[in-house]
T-cell receptor, first 112, second 114 residues
């Protein structure tokens, strides 16, 4: 079945770049997503990338997709303490009527 | 409404009791999803409603879990004879139809079974 894997923790200093990595197994994935969850809140969609793209940039966020290796990454430039949260990678297969499959989330801790 | 609304935000129940969790999706969103978030387990898919189609119940962990969606809008997730392992945050999300739309999540219901 489908599986999405992420490292569980990442710690960075304020001002540095953060890179959160994700691997997935479903080769029919068409859309891949990054969600952010702050304490006590639901998940907020940060960005997504279509599988025919290699890169997508949105302000401080850069998403890189290596479809051959089924590897997705999220780079946050100039990381701030407000970026501290759990980041979830999710994939959606090409099959109609399927729900998103989420990874277990990466907890990003930003120290000042 | 402006967002996905879930109630209650917190629920403490005794083992063996039934509970009902409510989700009010964004108006016009035909797709509605329930997920469960347990500590260290990420998000576990439970059930998916899309318009008038039969729901995808493939993620429900046991027959104690059921969900319905009335009038294509509000959804209720029911857990019968709750067990301690049911303790988790239950998240609801809604979206427009189509694969290129992400989900909008509610803030969740934290269920504690004692």
């Amino acid at each position: 079945g489908e599986d999405v894997e992420q490292s569980l923790f990442l710690s960075v200093r304020e001002g540095d770049s953060s890179v959160i990595n994700c691997t997935y197994t479903d080769s029919s994935s068409t859309y891949l997503y990054w969600y952010k969850q702050e304490p006590g809140a639901g998940l907020q969609l940060l960005t997504y990338i279509f599988s025919n793209m290699d890169m997508k940039q949105d302000q401080r966020l850069t998403v890189l997709l290596n479809k051959k290796d089924k590897h997705l990454s999220l780079r946050i430039a100039d990381t701030q303490t407000g970026d501290s949260a759990i980041y979830f990678c999710a994939e959606r297969s090409d099959q109609a009527g399927t729900a998103l499959i989420f990874g277990k989330g990466t907890t990003l801790s930003v120290s000042s | 409404g402006a967002g996905v609304s879930q109630s209650p935000s917190n629920k403490v129940t005794e083992k063996g009791k039934d509970v009902e969790l409510r989700c009010d999706p964004i108006s016009g969103h035909t797709a509605l999803y329930w997920y469960r978030q347990s500590l260290g387990q990420g998000l576990e898919f439970l059930i998916y409603f899309q318009g008038n189609s039969a729901p995808d119940k493939s993620g429900l962990p046991s027959d104690r879990f059921s969900a319905e969606r009335t009038g294509g809008s509000v959804s209720t997730l029911t857990i019968q004879r709750t067990q301690q392992e049911d303790s988790a945050v239950y998240l609801c999300a809604s979206s427009l139809p189509g694969r290129d739309y992400g989900y909008t999540f509610g803030s969740g219901t934290r269920l504690t079974v004692v």
